[in-house]
């Protein structure tokens, strides 16, 4: 399985990006899917996840009232808009695959393992 995020760029604060996690090798169907970030010199931080179905979604404490992750299993892409964007959201935004314990989704970056991680797209957002 082979993750690849796309969407990020350059925005300024308030503005929006929609980011998108697409997969080669196998469907992203059967896997719930986290969304982290990692800005330079701080830990990798839960955004939000989605279960396989959407019946699980939780989102982290930065996300919550601004981002929406969501799938569309027809295109087999996850995606996770972000609006209201703040200069302390710069950061590189990886999404990983998963499964999920007692059918909740997991956004601790500890659980997903190496080889289900994309390699990252930069989001900068300017004051």
């Known amino acids: 399985l082979q993750l690849v995020e796309s969407g990020g760029g350059l925005v300024q604060s308030g503005g929006s990006l929609r980011l998108s996690c697409a997969a080669s090798?196998?469907?992203?169907?059967?896997?719930?899917i986290g969304w982290f970030r990692q800005a330079p010199g701080k830990e990798r931080e839960g955004v939000a996840c989605?279960?396989?179905?959407?019946?699980?979604?939780i989102y982290g404490d930065s996300a919550k009232d601004r981002f929406t992750v969501s799938r569309d299993n027809a295109k087999d892409t996850v995606y996770l808009q972000m609006d209201s964007l703040k200069p302390e959201d710069t950061a590189v935004y990886y999404c990983?695959?998963?499964?999920?314990?007692?059918?909740?989704?997991?956004?601790?970056?500890?659980?997903?393992?190496?080889?289900?991680w994309g390699k990252g797209t930069q989001v900068t957002v300017s004051s």
């Open positions: 989605i279960s396989e179905s959407g019946d699980s979604i």
């Open positions: 090798g196998r469907t992203l169907n059967y896997y719930s």
């Open positions: 990983a695959a998963g499964g999920t314990i007692e059918g909740m989704c997991i956004i601790d970056a500890s659980y997903y393992g190496m080889d289900y």
